[in-house]
């Protein structure tokens, strides 16, 4: 359930990367579990083929064309054993995997969005859906657009990572099939039988049922 994409309005990016390059200052020498050890050279291949075309053609951190590559916002990622530090990349190319899958790692990627309509468009084009958050003042705006994306949950003003018992969860597509917690888990976990008796002429008394 940890957020690993943020979609902010081009209008808000400028300041919103600022504060995010700001925030990671406070966890910059933590690491992090990966799940698994191949998970590591993965995270590696997928950073590395995220930033290449930067580092080989121009250190300017100019917003980037699909075939130009992402700019690293937070200092050069310490990988190594089965930990990571926290990486976020920004200018992300569509075509790159840093884009489209899931890492499972510290791995955030900052996309910009030209209006409400192209920031829906950008969250329901990933195969994965999950959990997504809003931040908004505009709470009419916040249920309009939760309607609209493709996502098992959808927090308001709140993070990605909730769990309540009584609530349902589950995503869509790649995320999976099912529910757990509340009434879905139980129909999930449940197996029905349809026993259906006719009788011409006699009605049955509910003591039979």
């Not at 609209?148 to 308001?156: M, R, T």
């Amino acid at each position: 359930m940890s957020t690993e994409r943020v979609i902010v309005h081009e209008s808000l990016a400028t300041e919103f990367e600022a504060a995010l390059k700001e925030a990671v200052q406070t966890i910059k020498d933590r690491r992090f579990d990966l799940i698994r050890p191949s998970a590591v050279d993965e995270l590696k291949s997928v950073v590395d083929e995220a930033v290449q075309a930067v580092r080989s053609s121009s250190s300017s951190e100019k917003d980037c064309t699909d075939n130009q590559g992402a700019r690293l916002i937070t200092p050069e990622p310490t990988i190594s054993g089965t930990t990571s530090s926290p990486i976020i990349l920004a200018s992300v190319p569509p075509s790159s995997p840093a884009y489209q899958n899931e890492s499972f790692a510290p791995l955030l990627t900052l996309i910009t969005a030209t209006d409400t309509a192209d920031a829906i468009r950008i969250a329901n084009s990933h195969p994965a859906g999950l959990s997504s958050a809003i931040f908004t003042s505009d709470i009419g705006l916040a249920l309009t657009v939760a309607k609209k994306l493709e996502v098992g949950a959808v927090h308001i003003n709140g993070m990605t990572v909730h769990d309540q018992h009584t609530l349902p969860f589950g995503g869509v597509r790649d995320s999976g099939w099912g529910k757990f917690n509340g009434r879905g888990a139980i129909e999930a976990f449940t197996r029905t039988k349809t026993v259906r008796l006719g009788i011409e002429g006699h009605m049955l008394p509910l003591e039979a049922l």
